[in-house]
């Protein structure tokens, strides 16, 4: 699986240091470290409540960390927004698909395409044959991820009439409009159809072969061992463990939180990884 | 005959500055998704500054305010339009920076009342309740003419901003601006995750439709020669809000036509209705009120996109390409002239370059 993947280099395109963060009396994420490289699919996975959506929020900057800090790219992101951190490369899906519905497919993705030439009222009249060379070029790209997506068909309907599947593809496609040097994936396969889930999940690892690195939350192990490397796991709000899926199936630990046993666990692993797939609570908190 | 014509004449004024100030709640409303219901504030603060730059020092004998002055027309226009991109700039940062929504909407309304009482309550701004009068109509002794000849340049003159502003919304709804707006409409959590600056992008419309609303403040004020709180109660702003709604929300010319159906055809129609039998001025001016607020809710209810919707715009280019064609260099982006179905009347034609 990752011979087929980029190069990774040994500098991490992001670290985590020490987050956390609390709403109210709750602590979502508690001194949580972590690194993506370049090139990889770093998997997040943990059980409901884990913190694994916050952390993905305080690393896109939807959320701001009460303590630690976030470097991507080189950059300290810690007390950027989400919009300064998404112009260095950092880009984001939501875990509930969030089309932007009364806009068409292709207007969607021109959203995605973070060109900002003609969006000011300045640009917008004086700038307007720079922005229409732009949005034409935009455009082409577009229609090519469409075509990929098996959307193009629908291009100049309104985003709101796609169905729970079509709406995921969306939005990986209007995320890769922006050429993100680190997309954020929040379980892009919930809620879709077993079929539709391997679509999006070749998808997503042909993205990778091509050498897109992301973060992925998921809660279908499977998938996670299919397509993660390393893989991160996350119980009540902290960092529990780290490796590849088949170091982790053989985890106590992990396999402790995650299915919320209490008995030790010899070096043989009790359950195997589509056990834990079978057990593993769907949906995330 | 000239009665007529006059009160014709009347209503055409009324139309162009309701279709400016339609134009301009429909890019802050329609467009960028704020819900501001003290839109009528920037227009007094448009009207008060027009005023008061026009009428000359103040003589507190007669009526007192602040900054009298007398400017040469038409900077008493520019004044109250920068009165209006101000007041938005201060209240855009109360509006805008954290609330959203229906707690948007409340607080908006909140300020406009606080806005009116102590603009009412303080005679030292600009008159207190008692408000401004005996302004003078641009051009009044430059142009001489008798009152319907002068009902008709005054026409012109509104036209004249109203076609300008639909000139300037039409620009913006066809640009990356206009996208990027109804982008935020729909989820500014979206835009502001592909690197748009939310707050900044909603502000900047905040203020371009105040200053229409200051615009549109100073043609009202010079038009009617006076200007008091009276005026300019939040049931005033109401009629543009009801104006979009019924007309199309995000559509420039359902603005425009929203701007004849209320404050013309019901509001101001109405108020020439002669008084009969039991029925006296008060009680008409309660039943239009009636009205308007049936016909917002029949059409909030049955028709929430107003009599004409927001187009749909197509992309030329991927029609080409769906058909099997190939899609033409330097051509593309043309938005299609294509009408399907019952999509006709919403789908958008560009011929902008």
């Known amino acids: 699986m990752s011979s087929d993947r980029a190069d990774v280099s040994t500098a991490p395109l992001i670290q985590a240091v020490g987050l956390s963060k609390s709403f109210g009396g709750v602590r979502a994420v508690q001194n949580c470290s972590l690194e993506a490289y370049p090139g990889k699919i770093t998997g997040l996975i943990g059980p409901n409540g884990a913190g694994k959506s916050t952390l993905l929020a305080l690393l896109a900057g939807a959320e701001r960390p009460d303590s630690g800090k976030v470097l991507f790219d080189g950059h300290d992101v810690t007390r950027m927004h989400d919009w300064q951190r998404a112009r260095l ?13 009364h806009m068409t497919l292709l207007e969607n993705m021109l959203i995605g395409a973070m060109d900002m030439s003609g969006e000011t009222f300045a640009k917008a009249f004086l700038n307007r044959k720079q922005w229409k060379e732009n949005e034409e070029r935009d455009l082409i790209r577009a229609v090519e991820l469409l075509e990929r997506f098996n959307l193009l068909r629908l291009a100049n309907d309104y985003a709101e009439i796609l169905s729970g599947g079509q709406m995921r593809l969306l939005e990986l496609a209007r995320a890769l409009m922006a050429s993100p ?18 679509e999006l999940a070749d998808h997503v690892e042909q993205l990778n072969r091509e050498g897109q690195s992301m973060i992925l939350i998921e809660h279908e192990l499977n998938l996670v061992g299919r397509l993660c490397d390393p893989v991160i796991v996350l119980a009540n709000g902290s960092v529990l463990a780290s490796g590849s899926m088949s170091e982790l199936g053989k985890s106590a630990e992990v396999l402790d939180a995650y299915l919320g046993r209490t008995e030790r666990v010899s070096a043989t692993p009790l359950v195997t990884t589509s056990e834990l797939e079978m057990e593993a609570p769907h949906g995330d908190a | 005959m000239s009665h007529y014509l006059y009160y014709a004449l009347t209503l055409g004024v009324y139309f162009f500055v309701y279709c400016l100030l339609g134009l301009g709640y429909n890019l802050q409303y329609g467009l960028a998704g704020i819900n501001n219901v003290a839109n009528y504030s920037f227009v007094a603060f448009g009207a008060y500054l027009a005023a008061v730059t026009t009428l000359g020092p103040s003589n507190s004998l007669v009526q007192s305010y602040i900054l009298g002055t007398s400017i040469a027309w038409p900077l008493p226009l520019l004044v109250g339009a920068a009165a209006g991109a101000l007041t938005s700039l201060v209240l855009g940062f109360i509006f805008l920076l954290r609330l959203r929504h229906q707690y948007q909407a409340i607080v908006t309304l909140v300020v406009a009342q606080v806005i009116w009482l102590l603009v009412g309550n303080n005679p030292g701004l600009f008159n207190g309740y008692n408000g401004l009068a005996g302004v003078p109509q641009p051009l009044e002794s430059v142009v001489n003419l008798a009152p319907v000849p002068y009902e008709a340049f005054f026409v012109g003159i509104t036209a004249l901003c109203a076609l300008l502003g639909f000139a300037f919304m039409r620009r913006v709804v066809r640009s ?78 359902g603005a425009a036509l929203g ?21 006296n001025a008060q009680t008409i001016d309660a039943f239009r009120w009636i009205a308007i607020g049936i016909i917002v809710l029949l059409f909030l209810w049955f028709r929430p996109q107003g009599v004409l919707p927001e187009p749909r715009r197509r992309f030329r280019l991927v029609d080409r390409i769906l058909v099997g064609q190939e899609p033409i260099p330097g051509k593309g982006l043309f938005l299609s002239q294509k009408m399907h179905g019952s999509d006709a009347t919403s789908v958008v034609t560009d011929e902008t370059k």
């Open chain 2, 176 to 253: 990356p601006l206009g996208r990027v707006l109804r982008a935020i409409r729909e989820d500014e959590s979206v835009a502001s995750c592909f690197g748009r600056n939310v707050f900044w992008a909603q502000m900047s419309a905040f203020i371009v439709a105040g200053t229409m609303a200051g615009l549109a403040g100073g043609l009202l004020v010079e038009y009617l020669g006076a200007w008091s709180p009276s005026g300019w109660s939040p049931y005033e702003g109401f009629v543009v809000i009801a104006a979009l709604i019924i007309g199309g929300t995000a559509n420039n010319i």
């Open chain 2, 259 to 279: 701007a004849f159906i209320v404050p013309v055809a019901i509001y101001e129609l109405t108020g020439f209705i002669p008084p009969f039998g039991p029925v």
């Open chain 1, 89 to 101: 490369g950092l880009v984001r899906t939501f875990q509930v698909s969030r089309p932007l519905g």
């Open chain 1, 181 to 198: 040097k680190l997309l954020l994936l929040d379980e892009p396969f919930a809620g879709v159809n077993p079929s539709l889930a391997h």
